[in-house]
């Protein structure tokens, strides 16, 4: 079955350093990639989607600049939350697609305290 | 842009009711596809239910849903409430071309005996 891991599953930072985050799809070769982030109270925000052979799109109110995302192959992607402060503190999770496929595959996500 | 809103942040029923969480949604697209995810805790979002038909119900686990068009509704529904039904529940919205999920707020639904 396809499968989505996530690591590291949390993570502690200092305020003002620098996280990065891994996504594997499994099972299934992942054309696209989101990344959202639940905070505190909140739903999931869309923060990026990265398509193979496509630009990565960035929503409003993030950027590259903060969240700078690689997606190399087909089963891999990372994103890095750059300068971490208490309000990027979060539940960040991917969520993967295959080519043709409308359903969406999540990892567990990387859950981020910034102290 | 396109939004999603589900109207209760929590609901609680006692084991053997039936369910229903509300989901509209708002999008300019006119085929877009609708989605429902279980989180159950320390878990990740896993899919429940989909549809882009118009007026066709869908069913998966005992839950059931009917894309309306006509209302953006995509309302999530079960005869009988179970205590593992306990956990959150997100509506999602995609376009036609699913690129790109918008989530609802989230219901928690708690189950008690």
């Known amino acids: 079955g396809a499968l989505v891991y996530q690591y590291p599953r949390r993570t502690i930072c200092k305020s003002g350093t620098s996280m990065r985050m891994e996504c594997q799809a499994v099972?299934?070769?992942?054309?696209?990639v989101a990344w959202y982030r639940q905070s505190p109270q909140k739903t999931f925000e869309l923060i990026a989607l990265?398509?193979?052979?496509?630009?990565?799109?960035?929503e409003q109110n993030f950027t590259q600049e903060k969240f700078p995302i690689s997606h190399p192959n087909l089963s891999f992607s990372s994103m890095t939350v750059l300068n971490a402060y208490l309000e990027d503190r979060g539940l960040y999770l991917c969520?993967?697609?295959?080519?043709?496929?409308?359903?969406?595959?999540f990892g567990k996500g990387t859950r981020l305290t910034v102290v | 842009g396109d939004s999603v809103t589900q109207t209760e942040g929590l609901v609680t029923l006692t084991e053997g009711l039936p369910v229903m969480l509300n989901c509209t949604y708002q999008?300019?697209?006119?085929?877009?596809?609708l989605f429902w995810y279980v989180q159950h805790l320390n878990e990740s979002p896993r899919l429940l239910l989909k549809s882009f038909t118009d007026n066709k119900r869908t069913e998966h686990q005992g839950f059931h849903a009917t894309l309306h068009k006509s209302s953006s509704s995509f309302h999530l529904q079960k005869s009988s409430a179970q205590l593992s039904d306990s956990a959150l529940y997100y509506c999602a919205a995609a376009t036609s071309s699913g690129q790109k999920l918008v989530f609802g707020q989230g219901t928690i639904l708690k189950v008690y005996l």
């Open positions: 999008t300019i697209y006119s085929n877009p596809f």
């Open positions: 990265s398509t193979v052979n496509s630009a990565i799109k960035y």
């Open positions: 969520g993967a697609r295959g080519r043709g496929d409308t359903e969406v595959f």
């Open positions: 099972g299934f070769q992942a054309t696209s």
